[in-house]
């Protein structure tokens, strides 16, 4: 019954095409998200996340039915192909039976060199604009997040030409509306702060009320691209990507301006009144991510359609916060009302940001090196130099981006002599190591050097030809710092060199601090 | 150290000091005689025979006095200083009450110089630690190469009433000096006296066996006998030098220096087998058996200081 509501709705604003009006408009969506872009690209952090945000909104405020919308994260170019024709065939059928139908398509990720870039696939943009176009749908509306990236908070690949949409629409694109995040010679960028690219973010926070310029409780096609604007313009004025431009391009062929959201119909979220004060309201979930970001004009009231939960509201003054607490239940619409907030300093920021559930990455190598510690003889005579097999597990992007948490597993075994004054034995010498890393890397397109501190627990030990003398061990933590270079082979292979310089501490005749120092090399696998 | 090892600062006895103070103290396979033993007893050669048990008794005597330090030496030192290891106090589960300490110290003025005792005590008693076996080495020569001595008091432990087994009941003390150089051969050489409470039938209260040992386990060895070895009513002291190859083939000659028949000597060989291939026995000229073409080929060593 609800969502037959939502349709009811939706006719009745479906702007000024007459003969249009009277009938329900029929929405379909594919909805993508991929972080990955290939090789030549470093990973994005929020592309999935965003698809997830606008796949929610449009099926819980934009009319579209469940079945009729398809979420696509990290899947590859056949996927989106195979969605869309899916889509496409439905759309069909339901245009003979005489319904108008809309179709939305929304990607963020990485865009190069006039293809989205789907993990190693790829999908030419013309190819994608054709399908669409050739849909056959009465509207069709393309949302493209991504772009071009250079630097450490853009979003996307390398300093080639960005993908071009252009601005005025084709020929073929009849009832075609196209909204990218930035201008075809702009970065795109993400945030960690508002967990998603700054594009998504706002367009998101635009439909679920912040963009509802005319205060009717529906937001359209053009408020919703307004609001996008004028907030991602804002956010990344001062950024050192440089501002972001969103572009809209638009044929919508006598259909008028376009409802996409309708955030009364469910009558549920927060209500922030007219006498409120004007600013902007960030809307923080319960993991501390902006779930919505609404600038209010003073004078006007704004409808928010969060789904249920918990939410802290805050707004920012220039001396200090005002915060507070607000619960949105099922099917009821909670005023926020000022004295709801309070005074808090800014270190009090609900808004946490980094996100640690987001494209962690598992990989797992296996490889061999060679140790020795520093001073040899002397050292070599307790501890001689050393081949290791080597097993590491990394996770990246777990703790934060670009950031690697590492464990190791190496062993190794070898022959020496312990030549002393008054007495010359062979022994077999065996290590073991287990050990945990923190390290940082810069990803390139083929080369990722990257440095970090290592701290290993050591267990050696030495069995002695002479039967005369007792095995000997030794375990003791030895913290040190390693570094290296990535060298991608594959998508998903690497080949890594390293090395490592470790503190040691021998007490056992005395107190010695000795170093060793390691190099090594494995292949490394992605998964 | 558990402690140590739960922290991560670093535990264990990763120790090349140890050794040091391990290898002070000589070992029983290091000072001890393989001579590969007789298949036949019965059909073996005469002096083969006196020279396996002179080497039995002299494995015996390593045994009851460096096995108990190479007993102690498997196991950790229980505390180190910059120039001594201790190993225990370590109960003794052969003796129960007894417990058994070493401790080996270097001398700070020079470091390839050792000394070391071995001493024990009863749980029960008084009189404190009793000295059991004392010793030095003087490792100048290099690595494991030097000269030492060892001297065991058996007397001071029966004394104190400690449980000694039968082989070592009648020992008052024992004495050797050994040097072992890494030269061609690489010979140990020992000098062992063994003094003992004379028993019932009045027999050697003393015996000194000189020996060397080559890399190749070849050996000579030159021992002192007492008793009545040669017919006629006197007890006679003989003195007996073998030599032996690795294969267990030798030759040894044995001296009457007093005694019936003072100035005879008795001259044998044997094969691998200890079956005599050569004799000459001038007192009992039936035994003759051979020629001395049959003896084997030993190489030229110094001769040893009795």
């Given amino acids: ?183 075809s010679d702009e970065d795109s960028q993400e945030s960690d702060a508002i967990g998603g690219s700054y594009f998504s973010h706002h367009l998101a926070s635009g439909l679920l009320g912040g963009a509802d310029r005319s205060g009717d409780g529906r937001v359209t096609l053009f408020e919703a691209y307004a609001y996008a604007y004028d907030r991602t313009v804002a956010d990344t004025a001062d950024s050192a990507a440089g501002a972001q431009h969103p572009t809209f391009s638009y044929d919508l062929a006598g259909n008028g301006d376009l409802v996409l959201t309708d955030v009364a119909v469910r009558h549920e979220g927060i209500y922030i009144p007219r006498q409120a004060p004007g600013g902007v309201y960030y809307l923080v979930d319960h993991q501390g991510f902006v779930a919505a970001e609404i600038n209010k004009g003073e004078g006007v009231d704004r409808r928010v359609a969060l789904a249920p939960g918990r939410y802290r509201v805050k707004r920012r003054l220039p001396d200090r916060l005002r915060i507070g607490e607000i619960d949105v239940t099922r099917g009821e619409l909670i005023t926020l009302e000022e004295d709801r907030l309070h005074d808090a300093p800014f270190t009090a920021d609900p808004v946490k940001g980094g996100r640690v559930d987001l494209t962690s990455r598992w990989s797992m190598g ?21 081949a290791m097999i080597d097993v590491d597990l990394a996770v990246r992007n777990f703790l934060r981006r670009d950031w690697v948490l590492g464990f190791d597993l190496a062993g190794g075994s070898t022959n020496g002599v312990a030549a002393l004054p008054t007495v010359t034995t062979p022994f077999h010498f065996t290590e073991a190591s287990l050990s945990g890393s923190l390290s940082v890397e810069w990803p390139h397109r083929v080369l990722t050097p990257f440095v970090g501190g290592r701290l290993s627990l050591l267990v050696m030990s030495r069995r002695f030809q002479d039967d005369a003398f007792p095995a000997q061990f030794f375990a003791t933590l030895s913290p040190g710092l390693l570094g290296g270079l990535s060298v991608r082979l594959s998508p998903s292979t690497s080949l890594v060199a390293r090395g490592r310089l470790h503190y040691l501490l021998y007490n056992v005749d005395g107190n010695r601090s000795l170093g060793y120092w390691e190099l090594a090399t494995m292949v490394a696998y992605d998964f | 150290m558990l402690a140590l090892c739960l922290v991560g600062l670093g535990c264990g006895n990763y120790s090349n000091e140890d050794l040091e103070f391990m290898a002070a103290v000589p070992t029983t396979t290091q000072l001890a005689v393989e001579l590969p033993a007789a ?141 072992n150089f890494e030269l061609a051969g690489s010979p140990v050489e020992v000098t062992m006296s063994i003094d003992s409470v004379p028993d019932a039938s009045g027999a050697a209260t003393s015996l000194n066996i000189v020996y060397e040992i080559l890399a190749d386990q070849s050996g000579e060895m030159t021992f002192t006998l007492t008793g009545n070895l040669v017919a006629g009513p006197a007890t006679e002291i ?18 009457v220096a007093s005694g019936d028949g003072a100035g005879l000597e008795q001259t044998e060989c044997w094969d691998a087998a200890f079956s005599a291939t050569f004799e000459q026995k001038p007192w009992s000229a039936a035994e003759d058996l051979g020629t001395a073409d049959a003896c084997p080929a030993l190489p030229s060593l110094a001769p040893l200081a009795p």
């Fill in chain 1, 366 to 386: 296996a490889g061999v090196g060679y140790q020795a510690v520093f001073e040899a003889p002397d050292g070599a005579s307790l501890f001689p130099p050393t």
């Fill in chain 1, 1 to 183: 019954m609800r969502r037959w509501a939502t349709a009811t709705a939706l006719i009745a604003t479906l702007a000024a095409g007459a003969a249009a009006r009277a009938q329900t408009l029929h929405r379909f969506a594919v909805i993508v998200g991929n972080d990955q872009g290939g090789g030549d690209t470093r990973p994005l952090l929020y592309a999935g996340a965003d698809a997830a945000k606008v796949y929610d909104i449009l099926t819980r405020l934009g009319g579209v039915a469940a079945p009729d919308a398809t979420l696509i994260v990290d899947g590859s170019a056949s996927d989106v192909l195979s969605a869309v024709g899916q889509v496409t065939r439905r759309a069909g059928e339901a245009a003979r039976r005489g319904e108008r139908t809309a179709l939305f398509f929304y990607y963020s990720g990485h865009a190069k060199d006039g293809a989205l870039r789907l993990g190693d696939s790829r999908l030419p943009i013309d190819s994608l604009r054709g399908l669409v176009a050739a849909a056959p749908v009465d509207v069709r509306i393309v949302i493209l997040d991504a772009c071009r990236s250079g630097s450490i908070r853009s979003k996307g690949a390398r300093k080639t030409p960005a993908f071009a949409i252009e601005s005025e629409s084709p020929r073929d694109a009849k009832g075609m509306v196209i909204l990218t995040s930035s201008a």
């Fill in chain 2, 238 to 255: 003989v003195q007996v030098n073998s030599q032996w190859l690795p294969s267990g083939a030798g030759e040894a000659t044995m001296r």
């Fill in chain 2, 39 to 179: 298949i036949d007893t019965v059909a073996e050669a005469e002096l083969a025979k006196r020279t396996h048990d002179a080497i039995a008794t002299v494995n015996g005597a390593l045994r009851n006095v460096l096995g108990l330090v190479d007993g102690v030496r498997v196991y950790t030192p229980t505390s180190r200083t910059d120039d001594s290891r201790t190993w225990g106090p370590f109960p003794d589960a052969n003796h129960p009450g007894w417990t058994w300490e070493l401790i080996v110290e270097r001398d700070p003025t020079d470091p390839t110089t050792f000394t070391y005792q071995l001493q024990t005590q009863n749980a029960g008693a008084v009189t404190g630690w009793l000295l059991f076996v004392s010793g030095s080495f003087d490792g100048a020569g290099g690595a494991r190469q030097g000269s030492g001595q060892v001297s065991a008091d058996f007397k001071t432990l029966s004394d104190a009433q400690f449980p000694l087994d039968s082989d070592t009941a009648n020992l008052v003390d024992l004495r050797i000096t050994y040097q």
